[in-house]
Nanobody, 122 residues
Framework: QVQLQDWGGGLVQVGDSLRLHCAAS????????LGWFRQAPGKDREFVAA????????YYAQPVRGRFTFSRNTANNTASLQMNSLKPEDSAVYYC???????????????WGQGTQVTVSS
């Protein structure tokens, strides 16, 4: 079992930055890859980024590549998503998730955070 807590969302302006956080707890928290997903009203949940257990080689969805940076602190099982140059289309509820790297890429994670709202105003 893994428990995930995500936070850091807010209301920002176009071009601003925001940093989301995820804390994973539980005896096996460090054995899972972590991911970020987002869901806007009326749209399907979409993959944003994934990072492996070691914190190396994060992988990003094309819409956020070059603007978002996913990092992981393996010492305390926390992770951060630095979001720069935000656009209105980035507005969504963002969810931290845990699973195998493949399950994250396939949007079939085992564990989910409660979500944090990001709103980018133009």
């Amino acid at each position: 079992q893994v428990q995930l807590q995500d936070w850091g969302g807010g209301l920002v302006q176009v071009g601003d930055s925001l940093r989301l956080h995820c804390a994973a707890s539980g005896p096996r928290a460090g054995t899972y890859a972590l991911g970020w997903f987002r869901q806007a009203p009326g749209k399907d949940r979409e993959f944003v980024a994934a990072i492996g257990r070691s914190g190396d080689n994060p992988y990003y969805a094309q819409p956020v590549r070059g603007r978002f940076t996913f990092s992981r602190n393996t010492a305390n099982n926390t992770a951060s998503l630095q979001m720069n140059s935000l656009k209105p289309e980035d507005s969504a509820v963002y969810y931290c998730a845990a699973g195998t790297f493949a399950s994250i890429l396939n949007n079939k994670c085992d564990y989910w955070g409660q979500g944090t709202q990001v709103t980018v105003s133009s």
